[in-house]
């Protein structure tokens, strides 16, 4: 969301530009124009300007970061009838080959080989020190076929990662292909009616299929990949589907849903993961934060932590034992909203942390942040201070997610 930031200071900017130079706002709207230029755009990317979506640069994209609906309304619809988000700017690829397993398992802490065919699971990966390189939804399609998710910001340097472990694990007789899935957009269809108005388009059974379940099934006359999984806390879908079919697979959703499902942009993604007290990697996971840090110990499988054989792993490991000396929690927060950076200290004054995302939770009424404090200042009930705008405001922490979780899972 550091991009989305971005875009709201250069907004302030030429609005404040506009108040005393008409040439100044000229050359930043041409300065804008060029960058727009240069942005790549998803295969939705006329849908939504055609649907008044307000675009912005993110991660090298053109996005929306909102359409007509403030994102206060966006959010409260997600949680109460549904939201549609072009997903598209992020990273599909499929890992093939006997190999597949063995070699992705060097580079993250998940137990690929564990999964069961057609289901996945959040996982990292790791670098020599333990940190996250980045974060992803793994799926186990075959014991010879992955797919995967990569952040859009992470690409470039995922792919890089990947491919150069890739190289060297075949030279010492792997067997390992990657494909990366350009052809294919994105898009995450989320809240109570993703599963009702998504079963209107498809002839497959959806309620026997699970939180983190995946399959290639037809969805609206397309061959897509279809993952029972989101960002938003909330039962709903990501959909892979051929970038040719990506509008009328998106017109049809909203069609189906008779309005009730908005498309949504950015801005609601970003306070809805926030809302499920889920890390936005880039803000609340980065190079520098072990798994164990960030408290995701719980994606470290059984067999990994008893094996290792991923990156990092000695450090890792060491954490599971004896404990992280920083621990990422939830806080709720007095006074103006905290955001990134805003530092946490004890009632003396002393620093023992700072905040990696805060905001207005649009569904509790109240602002709500996560971040990170000395271990020991962890647990739910601790109070200490938060600096913003120069002033110290009451925090607490308060277990996650801050908005209880409805992900569809057997009873």
């Known amino acids: 969301m550091r991009g989305l930031l971005a875009c709201a200071t250069l907004a302030r900017r030429a609005a404040a530009a506009g108040a005393s130079s008409g040439a100044r706002v000229r050359h930043l709207a041409g300065a804008a124009e060029a960058v727009e230029a240069e942005l790549k755009k998803t295969a939705l990317y006329d849908f939504h300007v055609a649907n008044g979506g307000k675009m912005v640069p993110f991660a090298g994209w053109s996005m929306p970061i909102q359409y007509k609906d403030s994102i206060m309304e966006s959010t409260v619809n997600c949680r109460t009838n549904g939201s549609l988000f072009d997903v598209a700017h992020m990273c599909g690829l499929s890992l093939k080959g006997p190999g597949a397993i063995p070699f992705l398992e060097s580079l993250v802490i998940a137990d690929v080989a564990g999964l069961k065919d057609g289901t996945g699971t959040l996982t990292v990966f790791t670098n020599e020190k333990g940190g996250a390189i980045d974060d992803s939804v793994i799926t186990k399609v075959t014991d010879q076929h992955i797919y995967l998710v990569v ?64 399959k290639m099934i037809d969805i609206n006359g397309s061959e897509c990949f279809l993952t029972r999984t989101g960002y938003t806390g909330e039962d709903g879908f990501e959909i892979s589907v051929p970038s040719e079919n990506a509008v009328d697979l998106a017109k049809a959703i909203l069609e189906k849903s008779e309005g009730k499902v908005r498309l949504t942009g950015l801005g609601a993604r970003d306070s809805l993961r926030l809302e499920a007290g889920l890390c936005l990697y880039g803000n609340d996971m980065e190079q520098h934060i072990t798994p164990v840090e960030a408290g995701l110990s719980w994606a470290i499988g059984k067999r990994r932590r008893a094996e290792g054989g991923f990156l990092g792993a000695d450090v890792i490991l060491k954490q599971l034992q004896e404990g992280p000396k920083i621990r990422r929690v939830g806080m709720i927060t007095q006074g103006p909203p905290a955001r990134s950076h805003s530092e946490l200290v004890s009632s003396s004054g002393e620093n023992i942390g700072e905040v990696t995302s805060g905001g207005f939770s649009p569904c509790l009424k109240k602002n709500i942040a996560m971040g990170y404090v000395k271990s020991g200042l962890h647990k739910a009930g601790t109070e200490f201070k938060v600096v913003v705008r120069g002033k110290s405001y009451d925090a607490v922490v308060t277990k996650m997610p801050f908005v209880p979780t409805k992900y569809y899972k057997p009873s």
């Open 151 to 214: 952040n859009a910001g992470c690409r470039d340097k995922d792919l890089a990662h990947i491919g150069d472990h890739m190289e060297a694990f075949n030279k010492k007789g792997g067997d390992v292909k990657w494909h990366i899935h350009d052809e294919r957009s994105l898009l995450a269809l989320q809240g109570p009616l993703a599963a009702p108005t998504l079963q209107l388009l498809t002839k497959e059974d959806l309620s026997k299929m699970y939180f983190s379940d995946f």
